[in-house]
């Protein structure tokens, strides 16, 4: 579900489920721990295949709270899913963070 690699000061973070009310709370438990301790956070959500506003707000949460706490939180590699609800809800420019778009309408970062 959630793999974390650590690189240097930098820990890279890979979301391998989908992010609904449904595994909400397990993700929280996951990834909350990781703005509790110094360095960056880059999260990987290209095998994010659904999203709704729980995952958004977990999101959110995160960036806020490594912000607070002076950490870049960088997403990555937005899959389709993601990239539509952030577009559904404008939310792109709230987290400001880089978006690829590829030949044959596919996204990624």
């Known amino acids: 579900m959630v793999r974390i690699e650590q690189h240097q000061m930098c820990r890279k973070v890979s979301i391998?489920?989908?992010m609904t009310i449904y595994n909400a709370a397990e993700l929280k438990a996951s990834l909350?721990?990781?703005?509790?301790?110094p360095g960056d956070i880059e999260i990987s959500l290209a095998n994010?295949?659904?999203?709704?506003?729980a995952g958004i707000q977990l999101l959110m949460l995160m960036k806020m709270e490594s912000s607070v706490r002076q950490q870049g939180m960088t997403l990555t590699e937005h899959s389709p899913a993601v990239l539509d609800v952030f577009e559904l809800m404008g939310l792109l420019p709230w987290f400001n963070d880089p978006?690829?778009?590829?030949?044959?309408?596919?996204h990624g970062a």
């Open 32 to 37: 909350q721990p990781l703005v509790l301790t």
């Open 16 to 18: 391998d489920s989908e």
């Open 99 to 106: 978006v690829i778009l590829t030949r044959g309408g596919e």
């Open 48 to 53: 994010v295949h659904e999203i709704d506003s």
